[in-house]
């Protein structure tokens, strides 16, 4: 009888901690938007005067960022920077996430593709504005954990795939935006293929560990593209299989 009073008591002391555990969370999430909002703002040459979007900052106030690094703690997780997320991989710094989701311009009923799934945050960023997401991974390890937190998070509109990003995924297009999370000199000809006419291309752009910059490609006709650089950036390097 005292053991399973014991029990009840431990279970609810366990409920109590996770509810406080959330709502932490939930707070700190909350100021991380705020931050974000405030640092768009104060860097009005980037998205111009109206800053975020409602959806994106909606989106970014949803997804549980803490639940796609390998610490799953908020502290960590809400703070305006990178993380590592093991394999010598990052996960950007919120507001750089925010920023490529709204320069991609994503609308409700778009497909989009990203190329470097890496924890799976910006990929669920992605699905809570668009109808589908396509995402390639290349490290197996990273894919595989991304596939388990997307699906444990219910975000049932991701596919996930293994392999280099270069060629794209032809059969899960034609995309409305496509967004690449790994800095490369040039950018991939498959995916401006991919891309729709009047679709954009967001991309950190330039040497490996050297000076890069967040572009933006928009395809203006099937065989036209504008290309515009927005801010310096600092990615991790866009690798090719060695398969190719
Ligand atoms: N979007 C990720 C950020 C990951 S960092 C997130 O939200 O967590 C960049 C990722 O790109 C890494 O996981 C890296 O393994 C992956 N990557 C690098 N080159 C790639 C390629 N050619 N194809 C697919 N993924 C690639």
């Not at 005292?2 to 909350?30: F, G, H, I, K, P």
């Not at 990003?165 to 995309?175: L, M």
């Amino acid at each position: 009888m005292r053991t399973l009073l014991l029990l009840v008591l431990s279970m609810v002391a366990n409920v109590r901690d996770a509810t406080a555990q959330d709502a932490q969370c939930v707070r700190e999430r909350t100021a991380m938007v705020e931050t974000i909002k405030d640092y768009a703002r104060s860097r009005a040459g980037v998205l111009g005067q109206q800053g975020f979007s409602e959806r994106v900052l909606e989106a970014m106030g949803q997804a549980k960022r803490h639940l796609f690094i390998p610490e799953r703690s908020c502290s960590i997780a809400y703070a305006d920077r990178p993380i590592p997320i093991g394999l010598g991989q990052t996960i950007s710094q919120p507001f750089i996430v925010a920023l490529m989701t709204e320069l991609a311009g994503v609308a409700p009923d778009h497909v989009v593709l990203e190329i470097g799934t890496g924890s799976g945050y910006q990929a669920a960023i992605l699905a809570h504005l668009a109808r589908k997401v396509c995402t390639i991974e290349i490290i197996p390890q990273l894919a595989e954990a991304a596939t388990k937190a997307l699906k444990d998070l219910a975000y049932d509109n991701v596919s996930v795939r293994l392999g280099d990003g270069y060629a794209g995924w032809p059969e899960c297009g034609p995309f409305d935006a496509v967004v690449v999370t790994a800095a490369l000199g040039q950018v991939p000809p498959p995916l401006i293929e991919q891309l729709k006419v009047g679709g954009r291309l967001v991309m950190p752009v330039g040497a490996d560990y050297g000076t890069q910059h967040l572009t933006v490609v928009e395809k203006t006709a099937p065989d036209k593209t504008t290309t515009r650089a927005v801010v310096p950036v600092r990615f991790v390097p866009f690798m090719r299989s060695p398969s190719r």
